[in-house]
């Protein structure tokens, strides 16, 4: 039987990594077992997407590396990243990498435990809120609602290059049948393109929501139909981070009530 050790306290000596997710940004959001692995860390890795607050709970004798896009540099890239952390790792540090969110949705997380058990390093992972439930709850929204929505899909706007890349057009038609509501990470570049795939199986009258820095003192949001997205989002200069929401459980954000479609919350 294989036995995980979560006790992030445990072998003192030896050296780890221990992915973390920081949450959308408030650090009230943070885990209590995330906040002991950046308070024990003695080397933090930070992605763009962290908010400062949450770095200041780190040590102030831990070192902190910055890997993400900040002062308009390019981001780190992966490879140097890992390569950080194995060699950080097998020194004897106790390195957390902290991601925005949950570090297993959208974050590499999956890579990087891949490479970093290859390398004989000791891992572990620890959740946080992933910003597409933060952002909805923000707004006292729910992602699922016996009436409206069976289920939930966390799907990326931006694929990997050389991947495809998302079956927008199967999805919206999966969605509809099935009554699922679509949380769409990185999207907002690709509005144009994804509301008219979208508009190939869902109603042009699909409630729509675009929540940008959502637990943050910046958040700002729309909600429009699924036809006006991409307008929309060029009208209220929306920009990233930002989740888009599909689905008649944000209904209700929508300025002016639109009339419920035939069998929505009947
Ligand atoms: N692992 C992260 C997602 C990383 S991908 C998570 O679980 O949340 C980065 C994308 O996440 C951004 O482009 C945006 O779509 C979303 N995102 C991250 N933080 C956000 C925030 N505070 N508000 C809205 N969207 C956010």
């Given at each position: 039987m294989n036995t995980v050790n979560n006790d992030l306290s445990s072998h003192p000596a030896l050296g780890q990594v221990t992915l973390v997710g920081a949450g959308p940004g408030d650090p009230e959001l943070l885990t209590i077992k995330a906040l002991k692995a950046i308070q024990a860390a003695t080397m933090l890795l930070v992605d763009d997407l962290v908010s400062e607050p949450i770095v200041a709970l780190a040590s102030p004798t831990a070192r902190v590396?910055?890997?993400?896009?900040?002062?308009?540099?390019?981001?780190?890239?992966?490879s140097f990243i890992e390569k950080l952390?194995?060699?950080?790792a097998l020194?004897?540090?106790q390195v957390v990498r902290l991601k925005g969110g949950d570090p297993?949705?959208?974050?590499?997380?999956?890579?990087?435990?891949e490479h970093l058990q290859q390398a004989g390093v000791r891992v572990?992972?620890?959740?946080g809120i992933t910003a597409g439930l933060a952002a909805v709850t923000s707004l006292?929204?729910?992602?699922?609602h016996r009436d409206y929505a069976h289920g939930v899909v966390f799907v990326t706007g931006h694929a990997k290059p050389g991947d495809t890349g998302t079956d927008w057009r199967a999805l919206a038609q999966t969605a509809r049948q099935a009554k699922l509501t679509l949380v769409i990470y990185m999207g907002v570049t690709g509005a144009a393109h994804i509301q008219s795939e979208l508009l190939q199986g869902l109603s042009a009258d699909t409630p729509v929501a675009i929540i940008q820095n959502a637990s943050l003192a910046q958040q700002r949001h729309a909600a429009c139909l699924l036809c006006d997205l991409a307008d929309t989002i060029g009208r209220e200069g929306l920009g990233s981070p930002a989740v888009i929401v599909v689905g008649d459980v944000v209904q209700g954000l929508l300025a002016v009530a639109q009339p419920l479609r035939a069998g929505v919350g009947a």
């Amino acid at each position: 039987m294989n036995t995980v050790n979560n006790d992030l306290s445990s072998h003192p000596a030896l050296g780890q990594v221990t992915l973390v997710g920081a949450g959308p940004g408030d650090p009230e959001l943070l885990t209590i077992k995330a906040l002991k692995a950046i308070q024990a860390a003695t080397m933090l890795l930070v992605d763009d997407l962290v908010s400062e607050p949450i770095v200041a709970l780190a040590s102030p004798t831990a070192r902190v590396v910055w890997v993400g896009k900040r002062g308009g540099c390019k981001s780190t890239p992966q490879s140097f990243i890992e390569k950080l952390m194995i060699t950080a790792a097998l020194e004897g540090e106790q390195v957390v990498r902290l991601k925005g969110g949950d570090p297993f949705l959208f974050g590499r997380g999956g890579e990087e435990v891949e490479h970093l058990q290859q390398a004989g390093v000791r891992v572990s992972v620890v959740n946080g809120i992933t910003a597409g439930l933060a952002a909805v709850t923000s707004l006292n929204t729910p992602l699922t609602h016996r009436d409206y929505a069976h289920g939930v899909v966390f799907v990326t706007g931006h694929a990997k290059p050389g991947d495809t890349g998302t079956d927008w057009r199967a999805l919206a038609q999966t969605a509809r049948q099935a009554k699922l509501t679509l949380v769409i990470y990185m999207g907002v570049t690709g509005a144009a393109h994804i509301q008219s795939e979208l508009l190939q199986g869902l109603s042009a009258d699909t409630p729509v929501a675009i929540i940008q820095n959502a637990s943050l003192a910046q958040q700002r949001h729309a909600a429009c139909l699924l036809c006006d997205l991409a307008d929309t989002i060029g009208r209220e200069g929306l920009g990233s981070p930002a989740v888009i929401v599909v689905g008649d459980v944000v209904q209700g954000l929508l300025a002016v009530a639109q009339p419920l479609r035939a069998g929505v919350g009947a």
